[in-house]
């Protein structure tokens, strides 16, 4: 439930009334503004029926000079069953003002918020070096990235140039803060023998498949960017949904800081080009929602002609980004299930032979281009030595099928069924 305080002239008092009497709206009115020109109006309203009963008010001539929407555990009043049943199937998403308020509610202080940060790319870190699957969701629980995320979304819908900037900067200030926390405690794990120094980051699975962008990995951020959008504008919880914006975004951060400690450039590179990838396609995934949903710009993100200047040129910038992203992101994709074909045609020509996993490491700074190695896992479950030659099989395929240098290495595991 809703409870609506509105300030109401005396000239457009009986227009009021009459709209919250047509809708069955119980009200009370209340004290007088300090000039004597004004009256308090209060009534409850089931959450669904806001944007209907105020777009109504806002027809009949009232004018949002002082509007207070809060949230109440219960009402009761005559009418409210009858409102209630009247507005419990219909999905009215939060008005604008609401929309505004509740994502800026999510936000947190700055200091608080890069302190979160820190924290959840170190608990990262320590679930990636042990790939403990456990502890990295425990680092996505308190990361509070969903924040500035959609308030950045809800700022672009809604023309609010300074919650839009403020938003993109934090969410920027609160990456690198992870990183960099991931690179130092990274670093003290290394430095300090707590973990090998010479460590095959790409062996360690939770890392490994976060060296570059796929096609899954930009399905769950858009996913996830649109779901939290979806929810921002509902009368429900973000808690889990903020989880799942945290866990597109916090071990990939924290893999970015490990490979710096590492000085492992190819890892580094790869985690760091899906981090942006993934916050982006967050970004626009959210405001392509509340778009859609009928939230529209309540002013112009252009400002004076410097701040047009500015806009424009990130926008550009923003663009390019994304086209030369997209294009190697594209190509990867392609690649990726060029080989997945591939060792699925080789395998299946040998009887009682499946792939269980098929990973790809790069050898340079070259991801989409330069050497690589593709590692298959396969389960035999026949009896006798495994297959013979197929990794040199699935190499000579590779070589028709692309121009890169790939070396393939097989490992097979025994498996009896009953």
Avoid: C
Avoid at 9 to 14: I, M, N, P, Q, S
Avoid at 23 to 52: C, H, N, Q, R
Avoid at 258 to 279: K, M, Q
């Amino acid at each position: 439930m809703r409870l609506i305080r509105i300030l109401v002239a005396e000239d457009d008092r009986a227009s009021i009334t009459a709209v919250l009497d047509r809708k069955d709206v119980d009200y009370v009115i209340g004290g007088e503004s300090p000039d004597g020109e004004s009256v308090l109006i209060e009534f409850p309203l089931p959450t669904d029926a806001v944007g209907d009963v105020l777009d109504e008010l806002d027809e009949a001539g009232y004018e949002e000079t002082y509007t207070v929407i809060g949230q109440v555990e219960s009402a009761h009043t005559p009418n409210t069953e009858t409102l209630m049943d009247r507005y419990a199937d219909d999905f009215d998403p939060l008005t604008p003002r609401e929309l505004r308020s509740k994502a800026r509610d999510m936000s947190n202080d700055t200091t608080s918020f890069l302190a979160l940060m820190v924290l959840s790319a170190w608990i990262a870190t320590a679930g990636l070096l042990s790939d403990s699957p456990a502890i990295v969701v425990g680092s996505m629980v308190i990361a509070p990235i969903v924040g500035p995320a959609l308030t950045a979304s809800v700022g672009a819908v809604l023309g609010d140039r300074e919650m839009l900037a403020a938003s993109i900067r934090l969410q920027a200030l609160g990456l690198v803060s992870a990183i960099v926390g991931a690179a130092l405690l990274g670093g003290f794990v290394r430095w300090g023998l707590f973990a090998q120094p010479n460590l095959a980051l790409g062996s360690i699975e939770l890392i490994g498949v976060r060296v570059s962008p796929t096609l899954l990995t930009l399905i769950a951020g858009t996913a996830a960017g649109a779901a939290a959008a979806f929810g921002l504008t509902t009368k429900g919880p973000m808690s889990l949904i903020g989880v799942m914006i945290a866990a597109a975004l916090i071990p990939t951060a924290a893999a970015t800081g490990i490979a710096v400690a590492w000085r492992d450039p190819v890892i580094a590179a790869g985690t760091l080009v899906l981090l942006v990838i993934t916050l982006v396609a967050i970004n626009l995934a959210g405001a392509a929602v509340l778009f859609a949903m009928g939230y529209r710009p309540e002013r112009s993100l252009m400002g004076g002609s410097w701040r047009s200047a500015r806009v424009v040129l990130a926008i550009v910038l923003l663009v390019s980004v994304l086209a030369l992203a997209g294009v190697a992101t594209a190509s990867q994709v392609g690649h990726e299930r060029v080989v997945n074909q591939v060792v699925h045609a080789e395998l299946s020509e040998h009887e009682d032979v499946e792939a269980i996993a098929v990973r790809i490491e790069y050898g340079d700074l070259s991801p989409f281009t330069g050497p690589e190695t593709v590692t298959v896992v396969a389960s035999d479950e026949g009896e006798g030595d495994p297959p013979e030659d197929v990794a040199a099989n699935v190499e000579d395929r590779l070589d028709g099928e692309t121009d890169r240098e790939v070396d393939v290495r097989v490992r097979f595991q025994e498996y009896q069924t009953a």
